[in-house]
């Protein structure tokens, strides 16, 4: 892996990772594009831009991270136990659906989804636009439709937003919620991944490591912000259109 490699990537991880378009699909194919070799070191780098991403969701929700929002987080966890029990029963079935093909068909099932749930969504005044007020039954809902994500280019912002729509969240508080979700998730995983891969965090490996650390936190802190601008004016519409464009070339070229 190059400095390019790592910016490219650091890049990707950084936009991708809490929009609904799939950060573990656009990697996969990120990599087979650049012929990046499935390394330790790469594996170790990839733990590294996830971490990135975590930070970037606590600087933009610095006031949520108290014991003052305990309650929300007593919910987050309810939410994150689904996808949690299920892949670490199914970890190993699920490294052998990693694919390209996968990830295309995945793409365009997503879009699909989001097409259709776009055009019967209605927002109502009882629905909830505030993340706080999200009830432990709807967080577990939530927590179920996440687990959808474990299959390579499903989404797990994806998973989670539909989720929180179908269960009465305004698109803004679903986005959000998915977003404070991400940090057991990501830290879940990157923990697991940290204690698999912390033999490769040597000095001969530290600036790449940091530059993709560095670009993949401006990009995903700056994402986060301009995301929610986005919907205060528009749908998912384009999210759904744009899965089902990029899976249709990915299959395409394979």
Known sequence: MT??????????EGFTEFLPISSTGHLIVATQFLNIEQTDVTKAYEVIIQFAAILAVILNYP?????????????????FLPIGIV???????????????????????????????????????????DVENVSY?????????????????????????????????TRKASAEFS?????PVMCATTGYDL????????DTNLM???????VSFIVAFLTIKLFLKFLE??????????????????????
């Open 3 to 12: 400095f390019l490699d790592s910016t490219i990537l650091g890049i990707i």
């Open 63 to 79: 006031t949520k991270f108290t014991f003052k929002h305990i309650e929300l987080w007593k919910k987050l966890t309810l939410a």
């Open 87 to 129: 892949g670490f029963l199914l970890a190993s079935k699920i490294k052998t659906l990693f694919s390209v093909e996968v990830v295309a068909i995945m793409f365009i099932v997503g879009g699909v989804v989001f097409l259709m749930v776009e055009k019967f969504y209605k927002p109502k005044a009882h629905f909830i636009d």
């Open 137 to 169: 039954k709807q967080a577990l809902y939530i927590g179920i439709a996440q687990i959808f994500a474990l299959i390579p280019g499903t989404s797990r912002a994806g998973s989670t937003i539909i989720g929180a729509m179908l269960v009465g969240l």
């Open 179 to 183: 977003f404070l979700l991400a940090f």
């Open 195 to 202: 204690l698999k891969h912390y033999k490769e965090f040597n």
């Open 208 to 214: 790449l490591l940091a530059v993709g650390f560095v």
């Open 233 to 254: 004016n528009f749908t998912f519409v384009a999210f759904g259109i744009y899965r089902i464009l990029f899976g249709i070339v990915l299959l395409a070229f394979i």
